[in-house]
Structure formats: C-alpha cells, structure tokens
Nanobody, 126 residues
Framework: EVQLVESGGDLVQPGGSLRLSCVAS????????MGWVRQPPGLGPEWVSG????????YYAESVKGRFTISRDNSKNTLYLQMNSLKSEDTAMYYC???????????????????WGQGTQVTVSS
C-alpha cells in the first residue's frame, strides 16, 4: 500500500521560509517522479512542482518559480519542498503526490498522479 506522509507545515509570516517533507513507503521510491500540489482555501487543487525519478530534473509553476525548491533523497525515500519568500497567496494545504511516470509529463493532476498524502497546512499571515 502506497503511503505518503507530509510534515513541516506551519504558520509563518510573509517573507518567511518553511521546509516541507514527505516520507514515502509501499513502493519503489526511485522508480517514480514525485510532486507537490496545493489547495488554497475555497479553491481547487493546483500543481506546484515536480521532480523526476533521480532528482536531475525539476519543474515549477510560474507562481513559485525562484522561491520554491523541490528535491528528493532516494536513500531516505523522502521528498522535500523548500519554500522561501512566502506570500499570503501561498496559504494552502500542501499535498505530496506520486506520479504514474518516472518524469514529469504535464498531464492533468488526475492523470499525472496516482497517490496523494493527507496534506500539511501552510498558513502565511502576519
């Protein structure tokens, strides 16, 4: 059974930083691309970032490019999202997602990702 367990969400002031982590189990972690998806309050989910199976290739939504960094440690079955220069519009539930593929393809969320974690809340507010 695939399990994705996120942590690291918190309340942070604008301009601050957070590092999200996702520990994966139940599948061969380094066979698959991974990603982060967020859902702001009252809105639908939006793709944030993706990373290929070995971490060599990374992809970002325009809204977070230059501020967020995705990475993975395959020896620890762990995915990360370093978030800097946080803004109020980054407030959302953040989900770790497992891809169906070994690299980011760019399909709809439903087709691109087959497993989601339970989410970790990030709130950016003064």
């Amino acid at each position: 059974e695939v399990q994705l367990v996120e942590s690291g969400g918190d309340l942070v002031q604008p301009g601050g930083s957070l590092r999200l982590s996702c520990v994966a189990s139940g599948f061969t972690f380094d066979d698959y691309a991974m990603g982060w998806v967020r859902q702001p309050p009252g809105l639908g989910p939006e793709w944030v970032s993706g990373i290929n199976w070995n971490g060599a290739d990374t992809y970002y939504a325009e809204s977070v490019k230059g501020r967020f960094t995705i990475s993975r440690d395959n020896s620890k079955n762990t995915l990360y999202l370093q978030m800097n220069s946080l803004k109020s519009e980054d407030t959302a539930m953040y989900y770790c997602v497992k891809s169906t593929y070994n690299d980011y393809v760019g399909l709809t969320l439903r087709l691109e990702y087959d497993s989601w974690g339970q989410g970790t809340q990030v709130t950016v507010s003064s």
